[in-house]
């Protein structure tokens, strides 16, 4: 009876839900009943191989092996080993640590001094306090708008939404922001612009997120309409997206009132935008982007590893541009993705753009330019209110 009553006080001492911050906790508090195996299971997922939860520069590990005497997680770049904690009553063990901010490595795990599984990839980061919602600030409205057919992208339909800040003035010209891959950036752009339009650190915008087209399902075009270089997706935005958008909403017009972003072959298609109609786009964010061959899969002989060269041969053009990559990005036949963007930040510097660069150790993921994503508006649109 006294056993039951411990437990239960302990469940109800240790009510939250496990993160890594909560998981430190139970383990530091040291009761055998503090973390239960279906609250784990149901956190890890399946995790005899090992599994990793990132909650900013905070991470747990849940590995569970029946059989095991010693679990040992390590990164790959020397930066740390960490034992795990076998949990009684249940064949888990866990840990939970804090890393550094910009953490970006492999990891791997080790049972009973074998290696278990392949390597895998973790990136930490502080989070902006700008990337999270907070109930004092004023919510847009995110609207999705009815599939578009497209006549410069003949054959395609595709899903698009305008995000309306809830400073909008139908009586005041808006600026404008695209974000291509529209499918992903939707579920966190929206909190971003509402943070910095409520504290004045960016003028009131219309959001138009886009996703690429599709033929025979959603995306399929997306490589073709991204990382061929033309002036085809600007003509889309221009002659189709923008226009329609105008209909309902009171834009703003003039380059300097139009900022496009986008991440790996988004990030390519937001700089080509900008380059080919800089009369019209002057702000370009561009996260990994895939400055490489790839547009010899639609057989282009020019392609986005041709942009360093154009770049230092033409006259500069009026665009700002923000830049982002990681050294343990994408190597592969068709190019190193690290690489192709410091020729990038290299070429705009030789040629006196206004461009940033901001280089740290991660993969070929959003990880840290959905972090620095407050600091990379705040910087494009600086000058305009």
């Given at each position: 009876?006294?056993?039951?009553?411990?437990?239960?006080?302990?469940?109800?001492?240790?009510?939250?839900?496990?993160?890594?911050?909560?998981?430190?906790?139970?383990?530091?508090?040291?009761?055998?009943?503090?973390?239960?195996?279906?609250?784990?299971?149901?956190?890890?997922?399946?995790?005899?191989?090992?599994?990793?939860?990132?909650?900013?520069?905070?991470?747990?590990?849940?590995?569970q092996r029946p059989d095991a005497k010693q679990v040992r997680a390590r990164f790959l770049d020397n930066s740390g080993e960490f034992d795990l904690k076998k949990i009684d009553g249940t064949d888990w063990f866990v840990g939970s640590f804090t890393v550094p901010h910009g953490t970006g490595t492999l990891w791997t795990v080790q049972v009973d001094g074998r290696l278990i599984g392949d390597a895998r990839q973790i990136e930490a980061y502080l989070p902006d306090p700008d990337t999270k919602s907070h109930e004092n600030v004023p919510k847009g409205k995110l609207i999705q708008m009815p599939k578009w057919t497209s006549k410069v992208y003949a054959g395609t339909t595709r899903d698009w939404w305008v995000y309306v800040p809830a400073q909008y003035k139908a009586d005041v010209p808006a600026t404008t922001m695209i974000f291509n891959d529209g499918q992903w950036s939707r579920g966190y752009v929206p909190t971003v612009i509402d943070n910095l339009t409520a504290k004045g650190e960016i003028p009131p915008m219309i959001v138009i997120l886009i996703a690429p087209g599709g033929k025979t399902n959603d995306i399929d075009n997306r490589s073709f309409e991204y990382d061929v270089l033309s002036d085809q997706y600007s003509k889309l935005l221009l002659d189709e997206i923008i226009p329609e958008v105008a209909k309902t909403y009171n834009l703003r017009t003039g380059a300097e009132n139009r900022g496009i972003a986008g991440a790996s072959s988004g990030g390519i298609c937001a700089f080509t935008a900008a380059w080919e109609r800089p009369d019209q786009f002057s702000?370009?964010?561009?996260?990994?982007?895939?400055?490489?061959?790839?547009?010899?899969?639609?057989?282009?002989?020019?392609?986005?590893?041709?942009?360093?060269?154009?770049?230092?041969?033409?006259?500069?053009?009026?665009?700002r541009v923000f830049l982002q990559a990681g050294k343990n990005?994408?190597?592969?036949?068709?190019?190193?993705?690290?690489?192709?963007?410091?020729?990038?930040?290299?070429?705009?510097?030789?040629?006196?753009?206004?461009?940033?660069?901001?280089?740290?150790?991660?993969?070929?993921?959003?990880?840290?330019?959905?972090?620095?994503?407050?600091?990379?508006?705040?910087?494009?649109?600086?000058?305009v209110k």
């Open positions: 009876m006294l056993a039951l009553l411990a437990m239960v006080s302990t469940m109800r001492l240790f009510a939250e839900p496990l993160s890594p911050l909560e998981l430190r906790k139970r383990l530091a508090a040291g009761a055998v009943t503090s973390v239960t195996a279906p609250e784990l299971e149901k956190y890890f997922g399946k995790a005899e191989e090992g599994s990793l939860r990132v909650d900013g520069v905070n991470i747990a590990w849940g590995v702000k370009v964010l561009s996260w990994i982007g895939s400055f490489v061959d790839l547009a010899k899969l639609h057989g282009k002989e020019q392609g986005g590893d041709d942009y360093p060269s154009l770049i230092r041969k033409n006259d500069a053009k009026p665009i990005d994408l190597d592969n036949p068709f190019g190193n993705w690290p690489l192709a963007n410091l020729e990038m930040q290299k070429a705009l510097a030789y040629k006196g753009y206004d461009a940033t660069f901001v280089f740290g150790n991660g993969f070929h993921s959003d990880a840290q330019g959905r972090n620095t994503l407050p600091a990379a508006m705040r910087w494009l649109w600086r000058d």
